[in-house]
Structures are given as C-alpha cells and as structure tokens.
C-alpha cells in the first residue's frame, strides 16, 4: 500500500508598499530588499506609482509588481485592505510615513495576524531642523509619529543612529527597534561596476575624478562639495561629476561658473548605473547634511573606492567606522572637506582594505534578518 503524500503548504507573500516612489535610495532598497526576499524562496507583491519608475526594471520576474496611480490616502488604503484580505500577506512592510500611514490604517480595519512594519531610513529629527520647521509642527508631527510607530508590529532602522533618532522621537523602548543594514551590496555589482564608460574624463592619463551622487537638493549639500573641489583644484588638476537630478541644478552650475570652475565640473542628471563611474574615481566625497544610511558611501567603499564623508546624523560614522576606513568632516565645513580630499587623494587606503568594512551591507545578510523580522525563520 503506497503511504498518503502530503503536499507543502505554500509560503505566505510579503507585501512591501511603496506608492510614493521617486528615484532614490530608499526606492532602491525597496527593491533590493524584495529581491532578496524572493531570492529566498517567498512571493513578494510590490505596491508602487509607475511600472516603469527607476530600479522596478531590476526585479526579477517573480515579484509581483502592482500599480497604484492614485495619490488620495482613502483610494491607497482601499487597495492595500483589498490586497491584503486577497493574499493574506506574512507582513506588509512600508519604508514612508505617507505609506506608513496608510498601512497601519489597513492594520486597523481588517486585524489579522499580518505583521506591519515601519523602515525610517533617516534621522528625522535632522531633517526637520535642515528645513527649519517650528516647534509648532515639530510638537504636532511628534505626536502623531508616537501615535504610528506604538501601532506598528516591528520597526526596523537602516542604522544604529536612526534607530536612537526614533526612540528619542516616538518614545518607544529602543528593544523593540531592529537595526538591519541596507542591502545595497548585491552579486551583480561588479558586474555593473565593470560596465564600459565612454567618457572623456576617464581615459587613461585624464585628471583624477571626484564624485557626487544623489539628488540635487538641500540634504546631500553639492554646494559645499563644490566650494570644496574649488579649494583643491587651486593646487591639483582634478574634476568632479556629480550625478543625479534635482531643482538645485541650475544653482550649482552658477556656483561652479562663479567660483571659476565651471569647466570642470560635470551635473549630467540621474545615472541608471553610477558603479562604472564610481569603480573608476580617485573618490567619492558625501557632502550631506544628514542621512539614514548612505547606500552610496556603502557602495563606494565595496567598490575599493576611496572616500570622505560628513559626520552628518546618521550612517557615515557607522559606515566608516569612526573614520577608519575614511576621513569624517563637519557638515558644512568647506576647508575641512577640502583638506580631507587632498589627503586621502595623496594617500588612498589599498581597496582590499576598504572592502573589508561592508560586509554587512550584502544582500543575502540583510535579506535573512528582513524574514526573521517577518516571522519567517
């Protein structure tokens, strides 16, 4: 007599909601982080704006990728409660307060043993004193955020100093905030990095490259960068590019022309792959005024690129490991971020060793402690 089979019951998915998605970071890592979750075996349905947004191209085929053109908070939270009644999802993780709201809203109406989890991917107490917001607004979103974040099932910070940031925000016991790095080292990076660059200043011989990458806006501060290159272009031929796009363009290119090196400064926009032009650089300078965790130091580094940094809230002390693996400088400071720059352009680390410092950051790492969180492992 053949024994009764008993077929495996099918993993649960697991949903990460993005609708207010743009060209940035956290976009990426949305996705790295789905990719990592399929990579292991589990559905994943992905909620965003546009099919045709940067990086969704870059999901593999079994990622179920759902279209949410609305903006309105009731017609999102009505696709999220009829998406999550349908598939009955393991966890639904959001990366945006807006989305954020929205899904603890799904939470509340149909219950379930779905767990909701919040990923802030800045110090959001610095963002708000960048822009100057009141103690007004400052006191109500506040209380609102404490209101959210006691709602959610798990939180999870992308660095140690967002995760101090929110605790000290919301009130919540900082145990029952998980730090997982960002999953920004992913297998095909090399690959990409080893892509060929048909520029100009990267023939052999050309003056070494200094870097910039992401938007151009109040936060990643290219001004002082240029002000900067300014400085070390007095006394050494070198460029910068600086890739990525925003309303400051304008603004910065004026800056270069008024400080006289208009003629070697690069803003050619957003940069599908920056890895080829960031592999090449003599350094990759991040000049913000704050961060989460700045996938593109990460990068940059696992690359064997040299780099420096701001010692802005949070990410690049961590990253670089108190300035071990690269020169940390006050935020703003013009002098002290040209004096990094000479300095580490006349006595680079050898790039094995600036590997060495992000391991952490690999796909399949973060990816597992996403699933622990998930209550799937």
């Known amino acids: 007599m053949t024994p009764a089979t008993h077929s495996q019951p099918s993993p649960r998915p697991v949903c990460l909601f993005i609708p ?6 956290v976009e990426r890592m949305m996705v790295n982080i789905a990719r990592g979750i399929a990579g292991h075996g589990h559905p994943v349905d992905f909620v965003v704006n546009d099919a045709g947004a940067p990086f969704v191209d870059t999901l593999p085929p079994e990622v179920r990728v759902h279209v949410l053109a609305a903006s309105g908070l009731r017609a999102r939270t009505r696709f999220l409660a009829e998406l999550v009644a349908r598939t009955r999802p393991a966890a639904v993780l959001t990366a945006k307060t807006r989305d954020d709201r929205v899904a603890l809203a799904v939470k509340r109406r149909l ?14 107490s610095e963002r708000w004193r960048a822009r100057g917001k009141g103690w007004l607004w400052r006191w109500r979103e506040t209380r609102r955020l404490r209101a959210l974040y006691r709602r959610a099932d798990a939180v999870v910070a992308v660095s140690d100093g967002v995760a101090e940031d929110i605790v000290a925000i919301t009130g919540i016991p900082r145990e029952r905030v998980r730090v997982i790095r960002n999953p920004n080292i992913t297998p095909e990076l090399a690959a990409l990095a080893a892509a060929e660059v048909d520029h100009p200043w990267f023939a ?22 240029i002000r900067a290159f300014a400085r070390v272009r007095e006394t050494r031929p070198c460029r910068l590019l600086i890739l990525g796009e925003g309303r400051q363009r304008e603004r910065l290119l004026r800056l270069a022309a008024e400080l006289g090196v208009a003629d070697a400064v690069a803003l050619p926009g957003f940069e599908s792959n920056p890895y080829r032009f960031l592999a090449r650089a003599a350094l990759f300078a991040l000049s913000s005024r704050w961060e989460g965790s700045p996938n593109v130091l990460t990068e940059a580094l696992a690359l064997g690129t040299s780099v420096v940094a ?3 809230r949070s990410g690049p002390r961590e990253i670089t490991r108190g300035g071990e693996y690269g020169p940390l400088v006050a935020v703003g400071d013009v002098a002290a971020l040209a004096e990094a720059i ?9 790039a094995e060793r600036l590997r060495e410092a992000v391991a952490e950051y690999r796909l399949e790492t973060s990816a597992g402690r996403y699933l622990e969180v998930f209550g799937l492992r």
């Open 20 to 25: 207010s998605f743009g060209d940035g970071g």
């Open 310 to 312: 701001t010692d802005c």
């Open 111 to 124: 219950g379930g043993d779905t767990r909701y989890v919040l990923r802030p991917g800045t110090a959001m």
């Open 204 to 225: 052999p011989g050309a003056e070494p490259v200094i870097m910039g990458v992401g938007g151009l806006r109040t936060q990643k501060d290219f001004e002082t960068l």
């Open 342 to 350: 000479e300095r580490t352009l006349d006595r680079p680390l050898p």
